[in-house]
C-alpha cells in the first residue's frame, strides 16, 4: 500500500534542553490549548544515504529541496522490524511531503542479522530506483502526540532520543544518547499565518537539522 500527500505541509521545529516542563511550558504558551491526542510509543528508523551522504550534504549546504530516505517502525525493540513502512520525505523550507508505503515482507527481521541488512537494502532499492541507497544510521526516540483544540494543528514531543549507525551491511548496535527535547509543529499550509501569529512566546529558535543529521554528526564529524 502506498500514501502520499497531496500537498506540502508546514513542519516547525525547535531543540530544547533536557529539561520537559520547560518544553511543557512553551507548548503551552503557543495558546492552541493543545491535548494529548494519542498514546506515547517509541519511533524507530533507519536512514538510507548514497555512497556520497548527498542526503547530509544538501542539508548542511542549505540546499532549497532536501531529500530523505527511510524506514520506520514503532516500539521498544529497536532492532527487530516491526510492520515497517518506507519513507521518501521532501522537504522545501519549512514544508514537506511523504510518500509511504508499507513494506509488509521486511516485518519481523533482525537487523542484528548481516543476511537481513542486505535484504533490507536490497528491497528499499527495489522500490526507489532513483539512486543506489545504503543503509547509513538509525534513530530512536519517545514520542508524545498532541492536537490543538480547534484541531488544526499537530504536535509532537521527542524525547529521550538515541542513534546508531551501520558500517557497509553491519548494524553497530552500540547508541549514542542526546539530551535534547525536540517540539515541532505541523498544520497544512492554508493554517501557516494562525499558527505564526501564536508562537511568538514559544522562547527557542526555529531548528532546521533532522534527527538524521544529528545521527550521522555524531559518528562522522
Known sequence: MISKSDNYRFERKWVFNNNFLDVYNNLLKSKFLF???FPDRTVNSIYFDDFK???????LEGVNEKTKFRLRW??????ILKNPKLEFKVKKNFMNYKIIKDLKILNNLDLRKTKNVNFITKTVNSNY??????????????RSYFLSSNNLVRSTLDKQLKVSKFNNDFFIPIFKKFNKIILELKYEKKYDEYVRKN????????????????????YYS
Do not use: A, Q, W
Open 53 to 59: 551522504n548527498s542526503c547530509v550534504s544538501e542539508n
Open 199 to 218: 508562537i511568538n512566546d514559544i522562547s527557542s529558535r526555529y531548528s532546521k537539522n533532522s534527527k538524521y543529521i544529528y545521527s550521522m554528526m555524531s
Open 35 to 37: 491535548r494529548t491526542n
Open 74 to 79: 514503532y516500539g521498544k525493540n529497536n532492532h
Open 129 to 142: 530506483k532513483i539512486k543506489t541507497l545504503i543503509p547509513v544510521s538509525t534513530t530512536h526516540y519517545d
